[in-house]
């Protein structure tokens, strides 16, 4: 075997090496990764039931019920994106900023029954909003930040960006 095989050969083990590495890797990640979905993705096109997601969303005003199992709380709300609804089941005490009208992120699985949530995320503050929540706002044509806060979960079914234009503050005048 000459000297440029023995190279070559040495370059192709490192390469798949490297590659059988790259992939054991991604595997590990996979099993880990919680992807974000809202309601209206839920809905068109379910999780898997094995595959835990973060749902986010603003809680439905109304939609809220408590009920006891034994000494364990239980929850049970609608979380929506002005699209569509997913119901919401959570066993434990439910965070202190917990609210009808304001954003959340449950994450958990998909039951046949709704969302089995292991763990919900309140807001920190009236003006805190997820990431995830506001850009899924702003993709569906609910909100638009430029003109002013998110509305209230109770107006979604009627809004659209034009209304919020409608109702913002006129835009101040910039001198040339």
């Given at each position: 075997?000459?000297?440029?095989?023995?190279r070559?050969?040495?370059?192709?083990?490192?390469?798949?090496?490297?590659?059988?590495?790259?992939?054991?890797?991604?595997?590990?990640?996979?099993?880990?990764?919680?992807?974000?979905?809202?309601?209206?993705q839920?809905?068109?096109?379910?999780?898997?039931?094995?595959?835990?997601?973060?749902?986010?969303?603003m809680?439905?005003?109304?939609s809220?019920?408590?009920?006891?199992n034994?000494?364990?709380?239980?929850?049970?709300?609608?979380?929506t994106?002005?699209?569509?609804?997913?119901?919401?089941?959570y066993?434990?005490?439910?965070p202190?900023?917990?609210?009808?009208?304001?954003?959340?992120?449950?994450?958990?699985?998909?039951?046949?029954?709704?969302?089995?949530a292991?763990?919900?995320?309140?807001?920190?503050?009236?003006?805190y909003?997820?990431?995830?929540?506001?850009?899924?706002l702003k993709?569906?044509?609910?909100?638009?930040?430029?003109?002013?806060?998110?509305?209230?979960?109770?107006?979604?079914?009627?809004?659209?960006?034009?209304?919020?234009?409608?109702?913002?503050?006129?835009?101040?005048?910039?001198?040339?």
């Amino acid at each position: 075997m000459t000297r440029k095989t023995r190279r070559l050969w040495l370059v192709i083990a490192c390469v798949a090496c490297l590659g059988a590495a790259a992939a054991l890797m991604l595997k590990a990640f996979s099993s880990d990764i919680v992807f974000f979905v809202t309601p209206s993705q839920v809905v068109s096109k379910p999780p898997p039931a094995d595959r835990t997601v973060r749902l986010g969303g603003m809680v439905v005003a109304g939609s809220v019920k408590r009920e006891k199992n034994g000494e364990t709380p239980i929850a049970r709300f609608e979380v929506t994106d002005g699209q569509a609804a997913v119901t919401v089941r959570y066993e434990g005490i439910l965070p202190d900023l917990f609210r009808e009208g304001q954003s959340v992120v449950a994450v958990g699985t998909m039951r046949p029954d709704g969302f089995s949530a292991s763990e919900v995320l309140a807001k920190h503050d009236e003006t805190y909003m997820p990431k995830e929540v506001a850009e899924a706002l702003k993709k569906s044509g609910k909100w638009d930040p430029r003109f002013g806060p998110p509305p209230s979960a109770e107006s979604w079914n009627t809004m659209t960006v034009q209304d919020a234009k409608k109702n913002a503050p006129a835009a101040p005048a910039t001198a040339p």
